[in-house]
């Protein structure tokens, strides 16, 4: 399945986001622990969502994830305490992602859990029971998701939990979001230090809890307004998001001041945020994103199509995610005419290179939704874009494309 996307004349729209997956996956471990009664309302209607609660709702012997990552991170975390024997499992390249260290770490506290293929990947087998081991030490840089697994357990182990992390920390962000919601559902939870993080024990209360909307969902709007081009005849373009908020608990709330130095003004109001044009681009973007590692394909993306050179810092993250980004990036935006460069498995810059772009350019998502919403927008500087497998928004942000059509791109099925 392929769609080809063609640009509106002019971009005037209002929309609600998607709820935020990453609050909303927390929220729902969150309600299990608690054994509550109050499941948070205004949850994601993303796959990753759907997943976990269709896992948390049912008592099925094996669990299918399918692609959603998140879901694997936190159901390894959150069988390993709750009673019965499960087989976790998922894609095909849900089975190619690593996830030792989770389960390491686990198994330090006194977890069951054995390999059900290859060593060190899913499918896993799970058998809960009561752990009673209280300490663990994780590199900084892996995924925050392991982080928020363990520290979301650590409430409901008897002796709460030590968590010390070495080295460099990425993505915190995600982890005090973790923190955050975790203190919201009733548990002791905070920075004892800059590297060690201590968890109380007492469990989680049952809690209503309403979740907000998704920062990186609008980035891709954000992307939208800054690659629209302006004339003085037509009316300045216009994008009002609904059910964002200034004092986010997400860390890609961020974005916005990054895309600021792009040339999109914020202005909060009573429902959200009303995006417009404003000054001069910068020359040159460096920024080290390790801290919003969701919103590198969009800025990368952008960037380029503004011809603007950028050099991002802080990407060793997204090797691990839905595919390797890296070198998806790279691949994708070589069929547009960009030569991009990666160093050390954790740095992209561009310095202006240039190569022949493909005359029809047909972009390969790779199973990772991010992908095609960030690449979706360069219709507006790239005519005849077409985006190979478009259905993967269903991962975070199943309305895109229907939210496209009605901001008036041309979003049409094709062979």
């Known amino acids: 399945m392929q769609y080809r996307l063609t640009a509106p004349e002019h971009l005037a729209t209002a929309l609600r986001l998607p709820a935020s997956k990453s609050i909303s996956n927390r929220a729902l471990i969150l309600h299990a622990l608690a054994q509550g009664t109050h499941r948070p309302v205004n949850l994601s209607d993303c796959d990753d969502t759907r997943v976990m609660i269709r896992a948390l709702e049912g008592n099925a012997a094996e669990i299918d994830i399918l692609a959603a990552g998140t879901a694997m991170r936190f159901l390894t975390a959150y069988l390993s305490v709750t009673p019965g024997t499960r087989l976790l499992t998922g894609t095909q390249r849900m089975q190619q992602r690593p996830i030792r260290i989770l389960v390491d770490a686990l198994r330090s506290l006194g977890a069951d859990i054995a390999y059900a293929g290859n060593e060190g990947f899913p499918p896993l087998l799970i058998t809960g029971s009561r752990l009673q081991g209280e300490a663990v030490t994780l590199a900084g840089n892996v995924s925050s998701q392991y982080i928020s697994a363990l520290l979301m357990l650590g409430a409901v182990l008897p002796h709460g939990l030590r968590l010390h992390l070495t080295g460099d920390i990425v993505s915190r962000p995600y982890i005090d979001l973790t923190l955050q919601l975790m203190r919201d559902f009733g548990a002791q939870a905070a920075w004892e230090s800059a590297d060690r993080i201590v968890v109380k024990p007492g469990g989680y209360r049952d809690?209503?809890?309403?979740?907000?909307?998704?920062?990186?969902?609008?980035?891709?709007?954000?992307?939208?307004?800054?690659?629209?081009?302006?004339?003085?005849?037509?009316?300045?373009?216009?994008?009002?998001?609904?059910?964002?908020?200034?004092?986010?608990?997400?860390?890609?709330?961020?974005?916005?001041?990054?895309?600021?130095?792009?040339?999109?003004?914020t202005a909060f109001t009573d429902r959200g945020v009303r995006l417009s044009k404003m000054g001069v681009p910068v020359a040159r973007l460096v920024e080290d994103l390790v801290e919003i590692p969701d919103l590198a394909q969009t800025f990368v993306v952008t960037c380029c199509l503004m011809n603007i050179p950028f050099r991002f810092t802080g990407l060793q993250s997204l090797k691990i995610k839905e595919t390797d980004r890296i070198q998806a990036l790279i691949n994708e935006l070589h069929k547009l005419g960009y030569v991009i460069h990666s160093e050390q498995d954790s740095i992209?810059?561009?310095?202006?290179?240039?190569?022949?772009?493909?005359?029809?350019?047909?972009?390969?998502?790779?199973?990772?939704?991010?992908?095609?919403?960030?690449?979706?927008?360069?219709?507006?500087?790239?005519?005849?874009?077409?985006?190979?497998?478009?259905?993967?928004?269903?991962?975070?942000?199943?309305?895109?494309?229907?939210d496209l059509r009605a901001a008036g791109f041309g979003v049409t099925y094709c062979e």
């Open 207 to 265: 809690t209503p809890f309403t979740v907000e909307s998704d920062w990186s969902a609008a980035s891709y709007w954000y992307q939208m307004m800054a690659l629209m081009p302006t004339c003085e005849e037509e009316p300045a373009p216009s994008v009002e998001l609904y059910g964002l908020f200034p004092r986010s608990y997400q860390g890609d709330s961020r974005g916005a001041d990054l895309f600021a130095r792009l040339g999109v003004r």
């Open 348 to 402: 992209l810059s561009w310095n202006g290179e240039r190569c022949p772009a493909e005359a029809d350019p047909l972009i390969a998502t790779y199973e990772d939704h991010r992908m095609a919403m960030a690449f979706a927008p360069t219709c507006l500087c790239v005519p005849h874009l077409r985006i190979d497998h478009p259905e993967v928004v269903s991962k975070s942000y199943p309305a895109y494309w229907d």
